[in-house]
């Protein structure tokens, strides 16, 4: 079997300012750097400002070991900011527009990279300004259509739309999205009948190969065509929430990646993001008895 996948987490990049410190953010980025320390070559791709905090955020990049090729430079927009408070342990955002990241640009050299590719993640939130939008259109466009195409809803006020929603689901193959945003497109799409059920209209309505439901503490839900995994989540003290939706679409990539079943692929998805989620910030170094689960295949419910 392949162990050693392509992927790429298209979409923002940007500094998630906190009232006391500040750190690296952005769902495509954090999906990048867990894909990358559960042994894929990773990519996020996107675009900073020639600033101080853009030339920040590429030193930071390195630090983390994540390759930062196709990060892209504008000499016109600043590098991405978003004011994060927590509130309850849940972060609340300010997000900054007009923004480097609202302008990725699709050069040849990214279409070589899209058509490489073994899974490649986007969201909504990166789509939100036309450029940025066709750019990460045409990528997926190059993507193999044997490719995991994960669309991590990710979804942002004032920054979606039912059109912007029902077009990326049209592109992808596995949707993941949580149990605050399950009612959005239950209206969408008159959709009904339990969380379970409005899921499965969903994964046939747009014929995908997985969906993913995040329930926060209370766990999480994977189903395909034909098998379900209802997993009743595991305990953890959290420390806070950032970026732990992101580890959870990386691990639940690279267990669907390896071929586990969807046990399996929900058991370790959840054991990455509630370590993540009792650990400060986004891009917490993984343990190694977590990372040797996916890159030695020993993952299983005892």
Request: hydrophobic share 40%; proline share 5%; with cysteine.
């Amino acid at each position: 079997m392949k162990n050693n996948y392509t992927v790429a987490g298209i979409g923002e990049l940007l500094w998630d300012v906190f009232p006391t410190h500040k750190r690296l953010g952005g769902a495509p980025a954090n999906f990048a750097f867990h894909c990358a320390a559960m042994g894929a070559r990773a990519w996020p791709v996107s675009c900073v400002g020639t600033d101080p905090l853009g030339r920040e955020l590429l030193d930071e990049l390195v630090k983390l070991g994540v390759k930062a090729d196709f990060v892209f430079e504008s000499q016109v927009y600043p590098t991405g900011t978003v004011d994060v408070v927590l509130e309850a342990g849940k972060p609340v955002y300010d997000i900054r527009e007009a923004t480097a990241w609202d302008h990725i640009p699709c050069p040849l050299e990214l279409k070589k990279l899209a058509s490489r590719l073994d899974a490649v993640c986007f969201g909504s939130l990166s789509q939100r300004s036309g450029e940025s939008r066709g750019s990460i259109r045409s990528f997926l466009h190059n993507v193999p259509s044997q490719a995991l195409k994960i669309y991590d809803i990710n979804l942002r006020a004032a920054f979606f739309s039912k059109a912007l929603i029902e077009d990326s689901l049209k592109v992808a193959n596995v949707l993941k999205l949580s149990d605050e945003e399950l009612p959005e497109l239950a209206t969408y799409f008159s959709i009904s009948g339990s969380p379970l059920d409005q899921l499965e209209q969903l994964r046939s309505q747009f014929e995908l190969k997985v969906v993913a439901y995040t329930r926060g503490p209370e766990g999480s839900l994977l189903l395909s065509e034909n098998a379900v995994d209802d997993f009743s989540g595991l305990e953890g003290k959290a420390v806070d929430s950032v970026g732990a939706g992101d580890s959870f679409t990386a691990a639940m990539c690279m267990g669907l990646l390896k071929g586990w079943p969807l046990s399996e692929v929900n058991l370790f998805a959840s054991e990455v993001s509630t370590y993540v989620c009792m650990q400060a910030g986004a891009t917490p170094k993984l343990p190694s008895d977590l990372i040797s689960k996916v890159t030695t295949d020993t993952v299983g419910r005892t």
